[in-house]
Antibody
Framework: QLVESGGGLVQPGGSLRLSCPASGFRFAGHVMAWVRQAPGKGLQWVSGISGGSEDKFYADSVKGRFTISRDNSKNTVYLQMNRLRAEDTAIYYC???????????????WGQGTLVTVSS | SYVLTQPPSVSVAPGMTARITCAGDNIGRKPVHWYRQRPGQAPVVVIYYDTDRPSGVPERYSGSNSGNTATLTISRVEAGDEADYYCHVWDSGSDQYVFGTGTKVTVL
């Protein structure tokens, strides 16, 4: 199970930190990702992190503003979002890579999402 | 960056076959995954690694991938198949996951 939290209303230029505690699987063995969906729009991958935090990946649109991290002792993945813009408004989903074949597979478990609204 | 293009919409009558395409440069060289997203819900994987089905997904769902196009096929379409569908790959060239633009399937 994945349960996102930390969303809300923030002004442009502000910051938010999303959290996603996980349960029911060996957390450290999986790449974890954040995927967002703007209102009425499609899915957009945002960021991913390897099981041991050695590798972190970002979409071009958030590089330099967002930081992904994880705490395997707490089975939790985080997304620190700085310098937020109106176009960052979206539902943010936490997702688990299936690890069927090494890294970078399908996402076989998703949370229900947390809404981030960037507006003055 | 790598781009995956899907038709915005596909309409199909109950009992017929829906085919959803996902176009990308040499996509046949990459494993493709497909998700179904019903209104107000999180996405669910319905096909992974081009052709494999997770347990619980009906055999009516199948996939193929060759050349520049991957295809999700839904046979004997039912009202419950009405949803948005997305293809998904890992692009090693940019070290990024990429989602397709999405296709809304409407059951007439």
């Amino acid at each position: 199970q994945l349960v996102e939290s930390g969303g809300g209303l923030v002004q442009p230029g502000g910051s938010l930190r999303l959290s996603c505690p996980a349960s029911g699987f060996r957390f450290a063995g999986h790449v974890m990702a954040w995927v967002r969906q703007a209102p009425g729009k499609g899915l957009q991958w945002v960021s991913g992190i390897s099981g041991g935090s050695e590798d972190k990946f970002y979409a071009d649109s958030v590089k330099g503003r967002f930081t992904i991290s994880r705490d395997n002792s707490k089975n939790t993945v985080y997304l620190q979002m700085n310098r937020l813009r109106a176009e960052d408004t979206a539902i943010y989903y936490c997702a688990k890579d299936s690890s069927r074949v090494g890294m970078f597979n399908d996402f076989d478990l998703w949370g229900q999402g947390t809404l981030v609204t960037v507006s003055s | 960056s790598y781009v995956l293009t899907q038709p915005p919409s596909v309409s199909v009558a109950p009992g017929m076959t829906a085919r959803i395409t996902c176009a990308g440069d040499n996509i046949g060289r990459k494993p493709v995954h497909w998700y179904r997203q019903r209104p107000g819900q999180a996405p669910v994987v319905v096909i992974y690694y081009d052709t494999d089905r997770p347990s619980g997904v009906p055999e009516r769902y199948s996939g193929s991938n060759s050349g520049n196009t991957a295809t999700l096929t839904i046979s004997r379409v039912e009202a419950g198949d009405e949803a948005d569908y997305y293809c998904h790959v890992w692009d090693s060239g940019s070290d990024q996951y990429v989602f397709g633009t999405g296709t809304k399937v409407t059951v007439l």
